[in-house]
């Protein structure tokens, strides 16, 4: 069943998902740029990073805005080619921006992993996936109770998620 999932999410293009995925963007555009999410959109890329549906995961869907970072023009006090305006580039992928903006929404939970749910011509939309370390089932889970230990605390701000270590080099 997963390969069938991801084989549909692989031939997008050519599939009559194309026409939902475009709606589904139009209906995200409106939404929040964080929202909570039942369940995930991609169950067999949810499932591949350790998603389990089970009490202490949390899906959110986090919007990112496309291209650089743009910055406000200075007001004066320089020459025009010292403002500063364009030509940013992060240092940091798109799906990082995501996973720090989702761990700073919930300060309490840690961010697991994440994956690519969508995009269009001004936005790219990631599902983060969110553990409660305090939460006695991930407590007595053996596959991810390492997440409760200390070391792990603000894995998504150091680099320690799977979009960070490709950042890191690693």
């Not at 009559?16 to 991609?42: C, F, H, N, S």
């Not at 998504?156 to 960070?164: D, F, V």
């Amino acid at each position: 069943m997963y390969k069938n999932i991801a084989l549909t999410w692989k031939k997008m293009d050519e599939s009559p998902e194309e026409e939902l995925m475009k709606q589904r963007t139009l209906e995200w555009r409106g939404q929040y740029a964080i929202v909570k999410v039942d369940k995930p959109l991609r169950l067999d890329r949810a499932r591949e990073l350790g998603y389990k549906a089970k009490e202490g995961f949390i899906i959110t869907r986090v919007r990112v805005r496309r291209g650089g970072m743009r910055k406000t023009r200075v007001g004066a006090g320089r020459r025009q080619k010292r403002r500063g305006v364009n030509r940013f580039v992060p240092a940091k992928s798109m799906q990082l921006i995501a996973e720090e903006r989702a761990a700073k929404k919930y300060p309490n939970l840690e961010v697991l992993n994440s994956y690519w749910v969508g995009e269009d011509g001004q936005h790219k939309w990631f599902e983060v996936i969110l553990v409660d370390p305090n939460h006695p089932s991930i407590k007595n889970d053996d596959d991810i109770n390492w997440i409760c230990s200390k070391a792990q605390q603000g894995r998504a701000n150091r680099g320690l998620t799977s979009s960070g270590r490709k950042m890191r080099g690693l």
